[in-house]
Every structure is written in C-alpha cells, then in structure tokens.
C-alpha cells in the first residue's frame, strides 16, 4: 500500500490560516489568511515593509511563524526540520538578489539540488540542469560562472535552478528589483512563460505590467495585513480600499 | 625561492670574509662540515612531520569548535566560547611542558615526545583556527544558506556544499599564516627532547661550541621552509581564485 500526502482536488495548494508572526516587538503579519489554488498565479504588492517578504519566506520556511496554521502542497509546515525540507521540495524560491552559489559554475549551480536533495546520479541531474537551462534560455552558459554572466542571466539560472527541484510552486520575492531595465523583460519573459506552464506561482513585485498580463489574481499588503484581493482588471480599475488607491497611484504615475 | 638562495649565499659570503666568524663548522665541503650540515638537516623531518600532522588535526578540530560556535543554541555558543577562551590563554611552551610532564599522571599512560607535541601544537592551534573560521564562515551572507536551503539540501550538505567551500577560499590566508606560526611554535618541542631543526642546533653547539654559525644556520633553515609554505600556500590561493573567474 503506498501512503501519499493527501491533496484532495479542492484542497488550496497554499493555506494561511490566521497566521502572526512578529521580530521582536514588531508585527510583521497580523493574521494572514488566504488560499491559493494549484495552478494559480499570484502577484503580491504593497508599499516597502508592509511584510510581503516575510509571508512569501513563511510558505518555504526561509521564516518561522509564532501563530496560526500553514498547509502547503497538502503538507503542514512546522518549525521541525522535517517538514520544511519536506515543504522546500515542493516550493522554490527565486530572490531579489540571486543567491547563486559564486563557487560553482552554472551547471553545478544546478545539479546540486537534484544530486543532494533528490538523491540523483551524476548523469541524471546534468539532464535535469540542461534541460531547465534550455527552458530559461542559456544554453551556452552551463560552464560559466555566475560572475561571468550579466543580472538578467544569473536570475534565469537562478529559476532554473529552482526548476531542476521540479517543484508545483514557485516563489518570486521581487525578482528584478535588483536588474537594470534593460534586463528586466528577458526575466520577465521567462516568467510568463513558466506561468503557461500549469505552474503555481506567487510573485512579490511592483511589476505592473507583468501583473496585469499574467497574474490571475493580485494581493496587496499593507501593515501585516492583506487589506485587498482582486483580479487584474478590477484591481486596477476599481480598488476598493483608500490605501490601495494611494499605492496604485504613487507607483504607476512614474 | 630563488632570492632565498640568494641571500643566504650572500649572508655567507660577506661574513664569511670578517675574521669573527667560523663558518667552516657548516661548510659541507669539509668532512666535518659535511657532517653537521647533515646533522643539522636530520630535524628537518622531524619538524615538518610535527607541524604538518599538528596543523592537519587542528584544522579538523578547529572546524569542529567553530560549527557550534555559530549554532542558535545557546549551550553549545557557549562551549563552543569556552573552549576557545581556555586553550588560547595557554602559552604554548606551558602547554607543551604540560602535556609531556603532566597529562601522564593524570591518566597514566606515558607519551612518546612527538605525539606530546602535535597534541599540544594541535590543541593550542585548534582555539585559533575556530575563530578563523568562525570568523570565514560568518562572512557569508545569509542569501548563500536562503538559497542552498531553498533547494531542499539540509544542514550538512549547505555546510559542506555551498558554504565550506567559499569560506575556506577566504580564510586561505589565515590558514597560511597558522601553518608558518606552526612550523615556528615547533621549535619548542625541542624542550621535552623532540629530535627537530632547534634540538639539533642546540645539540651541535654544545659540541662545537659556534652558537653564531649554527643559530643563523638554523634561522636560514626556517625561513627557507616558510618561504616554500608561503609560495605553496599563494599557489593555492591563485588555483582557486581562477577557479571563479
Ligand atoms: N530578520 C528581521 N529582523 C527584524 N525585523 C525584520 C526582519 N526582517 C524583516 N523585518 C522587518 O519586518 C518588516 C517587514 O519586512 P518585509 O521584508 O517582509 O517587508 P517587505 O514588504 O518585503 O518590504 P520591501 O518591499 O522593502 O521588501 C520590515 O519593517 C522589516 O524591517
Ligand atoms: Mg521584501
């Protein structure tokens, strides 16, 4: 009899139920509830330390929570060991600034999730790692270093080597605040593409463009709380809330 | 290397000339000299033997020191601490002395005078490498776990896959500098009789009495080995530099 974690079909594939969280005297989220669908696209915004960071690092565990339940992939996420690394397999994380590993070259980058985490030999997570570098698009790069490489392509390494987890959820914690302009968009492309792909993602960015074009819903945040939720269109023609309205027009009016 | 040679031909030459000097006690022309010069070199095993074993252990032990040291858990900061603060406030003379003389009575087992030394060098080196490499492995930013966590890989595998690796190429130098200290701290063990390059010396000049020769002799033997640690510790450095270039 083979035992699986239990997804039923309507079961959200991420569940924030009430969740707290504080640093120290500071509440950083303040009951966050929410759910997400397998397949869903998801871009979260709000103005600087309204604690997008922080809820997009709870559902990998990157961040301990001190209340309130989380269920990801049809896994409860504690504070054990055990079921992050559980969790991590099933969602990766994409960062502002990279985090590529400076020492490896791009296909080692790669192959070290599938080789160490998913038990993988040699031959088998080099396929994984050319295939998802094909996917991103840079190919021709596998034997570089990260170094070598402009922001735009180290981010695409930087998706593939979530990829090569073959996770159901990505998560993007402002993925090209840290790119010149001219790099955002080959990032940007890339993303949309993933989205096509059945992919659940949750995306934290001030990319409105992107947001109308790919998100299915957008969240925003302010003070610890997810004060609005809406789809694109609505979201942008007809925000409910005072704070939303403010935000929409500080950031889309430069 | 080469200007190593150089000088110490140099050194020799010019003093050689002033009448103060007896150099023909290291002149490997004569048989005599020939005799002390190879007399004098016989240590020279001996130390690299001792350092090198000495610096091997204390680089492993160092490491193991240094992880708990960075642990969230209070307890093992806080023996991790200890043990740095104790075994660096011991002069390593005292130390030797202590392991050879002392350390038998307590357990009751006698040890041999190398395995005294390296476990004394070893001990003392071990309190300094922990903080080198507490010191390396704090000097990667937190982004380096983020992402090597986010991939699934648990603590060990971070550690040894992503953040050891990076650490090590940025204390390299410091790690140089331990091992040149050590070949240094080595002439000590000359004091419990350990047969190395001071021990000779110090033997031969009771013989023939030429404490001038045989003492720059024996600097000249140190620094010819420092200056091949050095050079070999620099390749290493440069190996792994083009390593991320
Ligand atoms: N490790 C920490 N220790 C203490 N305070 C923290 C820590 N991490 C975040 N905070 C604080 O929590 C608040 C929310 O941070 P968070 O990074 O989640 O905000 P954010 O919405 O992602 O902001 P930004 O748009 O600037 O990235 C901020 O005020 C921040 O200063
Ligand atoms: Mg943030």
Redesign the pocket.
Known sequence: MRIEAAVRDDEPIILFDNVFKS??D?Q??KGISLSIAAGERVVIC????????????CINGL?SYDAGHIRVAGLALGTDDASRRAVRGKAGMVF?QFNLFPHLTVLENLMLGPMRARGMNRAAAEEIARRYLDRVRIPEQADKYPRQLSGGQQQRVAIARSLCMEPGIMLF??PT?ALDPEMINEVLEVMAELAGTGMTMLC?T?EMGFARRVADRIMF?DH?EIVETAPPERFFSAPESQRCRDFLQKILNH | MRKAFILAALALVLTGCSGNWGWYVVNPTTPSGYNNVRFLLSGLQYTILLSATAISISIVVGLLVALPGLSSNRGLRWASRTYVELVRAVPILVLVLWVYYGLPQITGLTIGVFWAGVFALALSDSAFQAEIFRAGIQSIARGQYEAAYSISLNYRDTMRYVILPQAIRRILPAIGNQIVYMLKMSSLVSVIGMQELTRKANELVVTEYRPLEIYTFLVLEYLVLILIVSAGVRWLERRMRTDER
């Open positions: 640093f120290g500071f950083v989220l709000g103005p600087s330390g309204s604690g997008k960071s922080t809820l997009i690092r961040e502002q914690d402002e605040s934290v001030h945040m610890g």
